[in-house]
């Protein structure tokens, strides 16, 4: 199974963008994050048309969770208990906002997430930021503590890059930065080890990024950061034998400023899979 990460960037904008990928790389499963829109107003009957079934957890025109599987779905969950909403007024009710959904595919328990900005580290949303991955990583630490617990991945844009070496960007090198700040840093650790989690495609893919902005040519300069990742439990990165990070996703007409990342999980000659043609 070839499962893929990306963050969209809005999906109106970029379906084509998306499905072609899809059909070009011979991806099974894709956790898509930032559609930016509601689940009524998702292209469903475009993805349907291409072989994919969708789950979509969608508000607003912000930010916004999918999967889309040419395998079945099943146990589909938007959101997680216990997950975080967001409010700058503390005498106000936090709001729930759409930022991780979950399925189960072929016996693999996968969970699309977009984590919260942060924005600034004298910003509301920092806070929000760190309790939102405190609260995920409970959640799927208590997942994986249940009987008949399944393999798990988890993929998304985590909006912080775990080490010096995942910047490209200087201006993500300065202190007190936000997405390389010590308290970022040490969130998305303790995450990964309260949820028994591993990165699934470092150990593959030693260098690149998977996000680069629009402004002052960070592409061309290669200015970019890794936020983009897919971490797996033990039973599930076992599993991984190829990973990739699709840079040229980030070329063309109207990209993403985020580019796909892929594992292929399982025997690399999967001939019960469905094909695209």
Not at 37 to 47: A, I, V
Not at 150 to 165: H, K
Not at 219 to 237: L, Q, T, V, W
């Amino acid at each position: 199974m070839r499962i893929a990460t990306w963050n969209v960037n809005s999906i109106r904008t970029r379906k084509a963008f998306v499905i072609d990928f899809l059909h070009n790389a011979d991806i099974d499963v894709v956790l898509m994050q930032e559609t930016k829109c509601r689940d009524d107003q998702f292209p469903l009957e475009d993805f349907e048309r291409a072989g994919y079934e969708v789950a979509h957890f969608g508000l607003n025109q912000w930010n916004g969770v999918g999967i889309a599987s040419r395998l079945p779905l099943e146990d589909i969950e938007q959101g997680f208990p216990g997950m975080p909403g967001f409010t700058k007024n503390p005498e106000e009710e936090p709001a729930t906002e759409a930022r991780a959904i979950s399925a189960t595919v072929d016996g693999l328990r996968l969970c699309s997430v977009y984590v919260p900005n942060g924005r600034a580290l004298d910003d509301p949303h920092l806070d929000y930021k760190l309790r939102w991955l405190e609260a995920l990583g409970e959640h799927y630490r208590s997942y994986q503590d249940q009987p008949g617990a399944l393999p798990v991945a988890i993929g998304g844009d985590f909006n912080v890059a775990p080490l010096d070496s995942d910047v490209g960007d200087p201006a993500f090198l300065v202190q007190g930065t936000t997405h390389t700040s010590d308290l970022e840093r040490t969130a998305l650790q303790d995450f990964l080890h309260r949820a028994g989690l591993q990165d699934t495609v470092r150990p593959l893919v030693p260098t690149g990024y998977t996000y680069w902005d629009y402004k002052q040519g960070k592409f061309p300069k290669d200015h970019g950061m890794r936020i983009d990742f897919i971490f797996g439990s033990e039973n599930f990165a076992s599993q991984v034998t190829h990973a990739s990070i699709e840079r040229d996703q980030r070329q063309g007409d109207g990209p993403s400023d985020h580019v796909p990342v892929v594992v292929e999980v399982g025997a690399e000659d999967d001939f019960d899979r469905p094909m695209v043609f």
